[in-house]
Protein backbone atom coordinates (compact mmCIF):
# COMPACT_ATOMS: atom_id res chain seq x y z
CA UNK A 1 0.00 0.00 0.00
CA UNK A 2 1.31 3.23 -1.08
CA UNK A 3 2.23 5.74 1.99
CA UNK A 4 0.80 9.27 2.21
CA UNK A 5 3.84 10.70 1.73
CA UNK A 6 4.00 8.71 -1.99
CA UNK A 7 0.58 10.09 -2.62
CA UNK A 8 0.98 13.12 -2.02
CA UNK A 9 4.40 14.65 -3.64
CA UNK A 10 4.06 16.11 -7.42
CA UNK A 11 7.49 17.20 -8.03
CA UNK A 12 10.93 17.09 -7.20
CA UNK A 13 12.92 19.81 -5.13
CA UNK A 14 15.95 20.72 -4.18
CA UNK A 15 18.89 19.30 -2.09
CA UNK A 16 19.40 19.86 1.45
CA UNK A 17 20.92 23.47 2.55
CA UNK A 18 21.58 25.02 5.68
CA UNK A 19 20.11 26.39 9.08
CA UNK A 20 20.55 30.23 8.97
CA UNK A 21 21.11 31.36 12.61
CA UNK A 22 22.31 27.43 13.90
CA UNK A 23 24.09 25.53 11.87
CA UNK A 24 25.07 24.80 7.88
CA UNK A 25 23.93 22.22 6.20
CA UNK A 26 25.19 20.96 2.57
CA UNK A 27 23.81 21.84 -0.63
CA UNK A 28 23.63 22.94 -3.67
CA UNK A 29 23.66 26.74 -3.86
CA UNK A 30 23.14 29.23 -1.35
CA UNK A 31 19.95 29.66 0.59
CA UNK A 32 17.99 32.77 0.82
CA UNK A 33 17.02 32.99 4.10
CA UNK A 34 13.65 34.90 5.07
CA UNK A 35 13.65 37.73 7.03
CA UNK A 36 13.67 37.78 10.59
CA UNK A 37 9.57 37.38 12.28
CA UNK A 38 10.52 38.04 15.89
CA UNK A 39 6.92 39.42 16.94
CA UNK A 40 5.94 42.49 18.83
CA UNK A 41 4.28 43.33 22.24
CA UNK A 42 0.99 43.63 20.36
CA UNK A 43 1.63 40.52 17.61
CA UNK A 44 0.07 37.06 17.78
CA UNK A 45 1.30 35.78 14.01
CA UNK A 46 0.83 32.20 14.02
CA UNK A 47 -1.65 29.75 16.40
CA UNK A 48 1.14 28.68 19.07
CA UNK A 49 2.53 32.62 18.73
CA UNK A 50 6.05 32.07 18.64
CA UNK A 51 8.03 29.43 17.16
CA UNK A 52 8.13 27.76 20.45
CA UNK A 53 4.30 27.15 20.24
CA UNK A 54 4.74 28.13 23.56
CA UNK A 55 1.11 30.55 23.15
CA UNK A 56 2.38 32.98 25.67
CA UNK A 57 3.03 36.72 24.75
CA UNK A 58 5.66 38.11 27.65
CA UNK A 59 5.53 41.57 26.36
CA UNK A 60 1.94 41.75 25.93
CA UNK A 61 -0.38 43.67 28.82
CA UNK A 62 -3.62 42.18 29.52
CA UNK A 63 -6.49 44.44 30.45
CA UNK A 64 -6.72 45.61 34.10
CA UNK A 65 -10.89 45.59 33.56
CA UNK A 66 -13.58 43.36 31.41
CA UNK A 67 -12.56 44.58 28.50
CA UNK A 68 -15.04 46.29 25.90
CA UNK A 69 -15.48 45.31 22.02
CA UNK A 70 -13.61 47.57 19.70
CA UNK A 71 -14.91 46.26 16.36
CA UNK A 72 -16.52 43.43 15.06
CA UNK A 73 -17.04 42.06 11.76
CA UNK A 74 -19.22 39.17 10.71
CA UNK A 75 -18.16 35.99 8.18
CA UNK A 76 -20.01 33.27 6.83
CA UNK A 77 -17.25 30.91 8.71
CA UNK A 78 -13.88 31.98 9.69
CA UNK A 79 -11.05 30.22 11.13
CA UNK A 80 -8.47 31.45 14.35
CA UNK A 81 -7.36 35.08 13.39
CA UNK A 82 -3.51 36.19 13.74
CA UNK A 83 -1.94 39.43 13.71
CA UNK A 84 0.76 41.20 13.54
CA UNK A 85 1.67 44.97 13.14
CA UNK A 86 -1.45 46.66 11.84
CA UNK A 87 -2.81 43.64 9.87
CA UNK A 88 -5.42 41.01 11.17
CA UNK A 89 -5.10 37.98 8.44
CA UNK A 90 -7.74 35.23 8.73
CA UNK A 91 -8.85 31.97 6.43
CA UNK A 92 -12.19 32.88 5.58
CA UNK A 93 -14.98 32.04 2.53
CA UNK A 94 -18.31 32.97 0.74
CA UNK A 95 -20.79 30.91 -1.44
CA UNK A 96 -17.98 30.42 -4.14
CA UNK A 97 -14.35 29.87 -2.74
CA UNK A 98 -12.43 30.40 0.11
CA UNK A 99 -9.60 33.11 0.25
CA UNK A 100 -7.13 34.55 3.21
CA UNK A 101 -8.72 38.23 4.34
CA UNK A 102 -6.35 41.13 5.63
CA UNK A 103 -8.31 43.63 8.10
CA UNK A 104 -6.70 46.79 9.50
CA UNK A 105 -6.40 45.91 12.82
CA UNK A 106 -7.55 49.74 14.45
CA UNK A 107 -11.31 49.02 13.02
CA UNK A 108 -11.60 45.76 11.17
CA UNK A 109 -12.00 47.37 7.55
CA UNK A 110 -11.65 44.85 4.94
CA UNK A 111 -7.95 45.97 3.17
CA UNK A 112 -7.74 42.76 1.07
CA UNK A 113 -8.67 39.38 0.18
CA UNK A 114 -6.09 36.89 -1.96
CA UNK A 115 -6.63 35.52 -4.94
CA UNK A 116 -5.44 32.79 -3.84
CA UNK A 117 -6.97 29.71 -2.28
CA UNK A 118 -6.53 28.22 1.02
CA UNK A 119 -6.38 24.90 2.63
CA UNK A 120 -9.43 25.91 5.37
CA UNK A 121 -8.97 25.57 8.60
CA UNK A 122 -5.10 25.77 9.37
CA UNK A 123 -4.14 29.36 10.59
CA UNK A 124 -2.06 31.53 8.12
CA UNK A 125 1.67 32.60 9.52
CA UNK A 126 2.50 35.94 9.57
CA UNK A 127 6.53 36.63 8.92
CA UNK A 128 8.20 39.82 8.28
CA UNK A 129 6.02 40.82 5.99
CA UNK A 130 4.35 38.35 4.15
CA UNK A 131 1.25 35.69 5.38
CA UNK A 132 2.29 31.97 4.70
CA UNK A 133 -0.86 30.36 4.05
CA UNK A 134 -1.20 26.68 3.16
CA UNK A 135 -3.26 25.75 0.04
CA UNK A 136 -4.29 22.19 -1.53
CA UNK A 137 -1.99 22.62 -4.26
CA UNK A 138 1.14 24.96 -3.01
CA UNK A 139 2.10 26.97 0.00
CA UNK A 140 2.06 30.62 -1.20
CA UNK A 141 2.94 34.26 0.66
CA UNK A 142 1.05 37.28 0.08
CA UNK A 143 2.17 40.47 0.84
CA UNK A 144 0.43 41.82 4.42
CA UNK A 145 0.13 45.46 3.24
CA UNK A 146 -1.74 44.46 -0.27
CA UNK A 147 -2.56 40.84 -0.41
CA UNK A 148 -0.86 40.33 -3.41
CA UNK A 149 1.16 36.76 -3.42
CA UNK A 150 4.62 37.21 -3.35
CA UNK A 151 5.69 34.18 -2.55
CA UNK A 152 5.14 30.64 -3.69
CA UNK A 153 6.40 26.96 -2.79
CA UNK A 154 9.40 25.98 -5.76
CA UNK A 155 7.73 23.59 -7.04
CA UNK A 156 4.80 23.42 -5.90
CA UNK A 157 3.40 20.79 -3.77
CA UNK A 158 -0.65 19.54 -2.99
CA UNK A 159 -1.93 18.75 -0.01
CA UNK A 160 -1.03 20.58 2.50
CA UNK A 161 -3.36 20.83 5.23
CA UNK A 162 -0.98 22.21 8.41
CA UNK A 163 -0.02 25.93 9.04
CA UNK A 164 3.67 26.14 9.25
CA UNK A 165 6.27 28.01 11.38
CA UNK A 166 8.63 30.66 10.43
CA UNK A 167 12.08 30.25 12.32
CA UNK A 168 16.01 30.61 11.82
CA UNK A 169 15.25 31.87 8.31
CA UNK A 170 13.14 29.03 7.13
CA UNK A 171 9.57 27.99 6.85
CA UNK A 172 8.97 24.45 8.41
CA UNK A 173 6.16 22.44 7.58
CA UNK A 174 4.86 19.56 6.22
CA UNK A 175 4.79 20.00 2.33
CA UNK A 176 4.37 17.54 -0.19
CA UNK A 177 4.33 14.74 2.15
CA UNK A 178 7.55 15.16 3.84
CA UNK A 179 8.26 17.61 6.68
CA UNK A 180 10.53 20.52 4.75
CA UNK A 181 12.18 23.72 5.47
CA UNK A 182 11.40 26.12 2.73
CA UNK A 183 13.89 29.50 2.24
CA UNK A 184 12.83 32.88 0.93
CA UNK A 185 13.07 31.19 -2.47
CA UNK A 186 10.42 29.18 -1.49
CA UNK A 187 12.70 26.35 -2.53
CA UNK A 188 12.91 23.15 -0.29
CA UNK A 189 16.42 23.57 1.53
CA UNK A 190 15.84 20.03 3.93
CA UNK A 191 13.36 17.21 4.14
CA UNK A 192 12.48 14.35 6.34
CA UNK A 193 10.32 11.43 5.45
CA UNK A 194 8.18 12.41 9.04
CA UNK A 195 4.96 13.93 8.86
CA UNK A 196 3.87 17.01 10.57
CA UNK A 197 0.40 17.44 11.61
CA UNK A 198 0.59 20.37 12.87
CA UNK A 199 2.54 23.94 13.24
CA UNK A 200 6.07 22.31 14.33
CA UNK A 201 7.79 23.74 17.31
CA UNK A 202 11.74 25.00 16.46
CA UNK A 203 14.23 25.26 18.51
CA UNK A 204 17.37 25.47 16.68
CA UNK A 205 18.80 22.28 15.07
CA UNK A 206 15.71 20.63 16.47
CA UNK A 207 12.27 20.39 15.21
CA UNK A 208 9.28 19.19 17.82
CA UNK A 209 6.72 17.98 15.50
CA UNK A 210 2.91 15.93 15.71
CA UNK A 211 3.31 12.82 13.73
CA UNK A 212 -0.44 11.29 14.26
CA UNK A 213 1.03 8.40 16.11
CA UNK A 214 3.65 10.50 17.90
CA UNK A 215 5.26 13.20 19.01
CA UNK A 216 8.84 13.19 17.64
CA UNK A 217 12.23 15.33 18.40
CA UNK A 218 13.55 15.88 14.64
CA UNK A 219 17.55 16.42 14.05
CA UNK A 220 17.55 19.53 11.50
CA UNK A 221 20.96 18.74 10.60
CA UNK A 222 20.55 15.39 9.66
CA UNK A 223 22.16 14.54 6.18
CA UNK A 224 19.18 14.17 3.40
CA UNK A 225 20.45 12.35 0.38
CA UNK A 226 18.66 10.33 -2.60
CA UNK A 227 19.58 6.96 -3.89
CA UNK A 228 18.38 6.48 -7.76
CA UNK A 229 17.10 3.30 -7.36
CA UNK A 230 14.75 4.80 -4.46
CA UNK A 231 13.08 7.25 -6.39
CA UNK A 232 13.04 5.95 -10.37
CA UNK A 233 10.69 8.19 -11.21
CA UNK A 234 12.33 11.21 -9.96
CA UNK A 235 9.67 13.06 -8.08
CA UNK A 236 10.96 13.11 -4.60
CA UNK A 237 13.39 15.25 -2.95
CA UNK A 238 16.50 14.28 -1.22
CA UNK A 239 15.37 14.04 2.67
CA UNK A 240 16.81 12.71 5.37
CA UNK A 241 15.54 8.84 6.25
CA UNK A 242 13.26 8.63 9.68
CA UNK A 243 15.71 6.90 11.56
CA UNK A 244 18.27 9.15 10.88
CA UNK A 245 16.64 12.52 11.47
CA UNK A 246 14.77 11.49 14.66
CA UNK A 247 16.61 12.03 17.74
CA UNK A 248 13.81 10.50 19.98
CA UNK A 249 9.32 9.85 19.94
CA UNK A 250 7.02 9.29 22.59
CA UNK A 251 5.61 6.52 22.23
CA UNK A 252 9.09 5.00 21.27
CA UNK A 253 7.34 2.47 18.59
CA UNK A 254 4.61 2.80 16.15
CA UNK A 255 1.39 1.61 16.66
CA UNK A 256 -2.24 2.06 15.62
CA UNK A 257 -3.59 1.01 19.12
CA UNK A 258 -1.77 3.48 20.61
CA UNK A 259 -2.96 7.49 21.84
CA UNK A 260 -2.75 10.25 18.79
CA UNK A 261 -1.49 13.29 18.75
CA UNK A 262 -3.08 15.99 16.28
CA UNK A 263 -1.81 18.91 17.98
CA UNK A 264 0.86 21.24 17.78
CA UNK A 265 3.70 20.62 20.53
CA UNK A 266 5.10 23.30 23.31
CA UNK A 267 8.40 23.88 23.73
CA UNK A 268 10.39 25.36 27.14
CA UNK A 269 13.90 24.77 27.85
CA UNK A 270 13.52 21.84 29.38
CA UNK A 271 10.23 20.40 28.75
CA UNK A 272 7.95 19.65 25.42
CA UNK A 273 4.19 19.80 26.23
CA UNK A 274 1.68 17.72 23.72
CA UNK A 275 -1.73 16.49 24.02
CA UNK A 276 -2.60 13.17 23.02
CA UNK A 277 -6.19 11.76 22.38
CA UNK A 278 -7.75 8.40 23.28
CA UNK A 279 -10.90 6.78 22.68
CA UNK A 280 -11.01 7.05 26.49
CA UNK A 281 -10.51 11.12 26.88
CA UNK A 282 -7.35 13.12 26.43
CA UNK A 283 -3.82 13.03 28.23
CA UNK A 284 -1.37 16.31 28.73
CA UNK A 285 2.23 15.04 28.63
CA UNK A 286 5.60 16.48 29.90
CA UNK A 287 8.53 15.01 28.36
CA UNK A 288 12.23 15.89 28.67
CA UNK A 289 13.61 18.00 25.66
CA UNK A 290 16.59 16.11 25.28
CA UNK A 291 15.34 12.33 25.34
CA UNK A 292 11.51 12.33 25.67
CA UNK A 293 11.18 10.88 28.79
CA UNK A 294 7.71 11.26 30.22
CA UNK A 295 8.05 13.78 33.38
CA UNK A 296 4.54 13.08 34.00
CA UNK A 297 1.05 13.46 32.58
CA UNK A 298 -2.51 14.08 33.34
CA UNK A 299 -5.39 12.08 31.90
CA UNK A 300 -9.00 13.52 31.26
CA UNK A 301 -11.85 11.07 30.59
CA UNK A 302 -13.82 12.01 27.48
CA UNK A 303 -17.33 11.65 29.59
CA UNK A 304 -17.54 11.83 33.43
CA UNK A 305 -20.37 11.17 36.00
CA UNK A 306 -21.44 14.12 37.75
CA UNK A 307 -19.56 15.22 40.76
CA UNK A 308 -16.48 12.95 38.95
CA UNK A 309 -13.12 14.59 39.50
CA UNK A 310 -12.08 16.15 35.80
CA UNK A 311 -8.27 14.98 35.72
CA UNK A 312 -6.19 12.89 37.73
CA UNK A 313 -2.06 12.90 37.23
CA UNK A 314 -0.27 9.82 36.27
CA UNK A 315 3.04 8.84 37.20
CA UNK A 316 5.45 8.14 34.80
Known sequence: MPSRRALLRSGAVTAAAGLAGCSVLAGDAEPV????????????????????????NAGASPPRSTPEPRWT?????????????????????NE???FTLGL????????????SEPWGYPTPTLGAGRAYVTGP?????????????TWRGQPCHGANAASGTVADGRLYLEYGGYFSALDDTGRVRWATSHEAEASPAIVC?????????????????ATAREWPWDDPDDDAPPYAEREAAREWSDPPDVTTAGPRFYH????????VFATAARDTGGELRALART???????????GRRDPGEEPGRPRSP
Open 33 to 56: PLPDATPGPDDWPSDGYDARNTRY
Open 73 to 93: RDFRFCHDPVIRGTRVVLNTG
Open 96 to 98: DRE
Open 104 to 115: RATDGMEVWSSA
Open 137 to 149: DCTYGVDLDTGEE
Open 205 to 221: DTAYVATVFTVAALDLT
Open 264 to 271: APAVTDSL
Open 291 to 301: NGDERWAVASR
